[in-house]
């Protein structure tokens, strides 16, 4: 199975420097180009099953890449955005001392109250990926958020503390993953050239 994952495209909070979590922005203008051009970028691929987040800056990117209706992508709540709390919202330049050093080492800094933890990050998207992996699929793209991305790679890396945190996902970056009897290989990713 090739495991396709996906950021969502640029909304207007993306655009304004703020913490989006659960807050169900929309796309802008580029945003939508940004899908149509990852989109382009893989060709004629078909997935057999395409997945997002239940916000709808997911599923709207998930249809674009995709290739399909909206109506068409499975939505999973297992996929959703970290819950950044009191922090959604916020200009990253303004989040303060604890949240700031926890979103840039969240290996050596503990979580801020009211903030998601790694391991329930770790938990959730372990889970819909092993669940996943139990399909007879060929092809199939995952469309979330960059927050939960850190966890899904971390799992399809094979990584002991479950993330990979750096480098960030870029709005409609595509990495793709080979998954086979539990085995993960990265093959290969796709970064669109609007910005």
Known sequence: MNIWVTRHGQTRLNRSRLMQGLT?????????????????QIGDIHFD??????????????????????EEVIVDPRIIEVDFGKYECRKYTRLGIPMTLYWALPEVFPT???VETVSSMVKRSSEFLRELEGK???????????GIIRALCGYLEDRPNGIKWRPKPKNCEI??????????????????EVK
């Open 49 to 70: 099953a395409v997945f997002a987040s239940p916000l709808d800056r997911a599923i709207t990117t998930a249809g674009i890449i995709g290739g399909v209706p909206k």
């Open 136 to 146: 007879d699929y060929e092809n199939v793209l995952i469309t979330c958020h960059g």
């Open 175 to 192: 990495r793709v993953y080979g998954s086979d009897s539990g085995k993960h290989t990265f093959l290969r990713s796709y970064v669109p």
């Open 24 to 40: 169900d922005e929309p796309l802008n203008e580029t945003g939508i180009r940004q899908a149509r051009d990852a989109r382009a």
């Open 112 to 114: 801020p109250k009211t």
